[in-house]
Nanobody, 127 residues
Framework: QPQLVESGGDLAQPGRSLRLSCVIIGFTWEYYTIGWFRQAPGKEREGVSSIRTFDDETIYAGSVEGRFTISRDAAKNTVFLQMNSLKPEDTAIYYC????????????????????WGQGTQVTVSS
């Protein structure tokens, strides 16, 4: 019955910012990994960023490095994705996902590693 609920997706102009939120409901785990993924029309789902609760280690896809920042508020059971300098190619449905495991950095952005997924939130970047 664990759930992930994303929010914050919207229409944004290129160069502007959005912040996505993922609320974690019903988890009793101490250590796990949370990832952000996105899927554009006609494209494969790709990893964007991920964070481990064990040590707060993070990883970013090269396409978002320096523009996006992942963070979490443990007290509120919420993970954020701050997206700055948005580009049209960032347009996609964004999903958060979780795995009850401290994933190694080599697989933190791999969708098959995750077992619980949110419903997705739409991000559209256009002028």
């Amino acid at each position: 019955q664990p759930q992930l609920v994303e929010s914050g997706g919207d229409l944004a102009q290129p160069g502007r910012s959005l912040r996505l939120s993922c609320v974690i409901i019903g988890f009793t785990w101490e250590y796990y990994t949370i990832g952000w993924f996105r899927q554009a029309p006609g494209k494969e789902r790709e990893g964007v960023s991920s964070i481990r609760t064990f040590d707060d280690e993070t990883i970013y896809a090269g396409s978002v490095e320096g523009r996006f920042t992942i963070s979490r508020d443990a007290a509120k059971n919420t993970v954020f994705l701050q997206m700055n300098s948005l580009k049209p190619e960032d347009t996609a449905i964004y999903y958060c996902a979780a795995r009850r495991r401290t994933l190694t950095k080599t697989v933190m952005l791999q969708p098959p590693e995750y077992s619980i997924w949110g419903q997705g939130t739409q991000v559209t970047v256009s002028s």
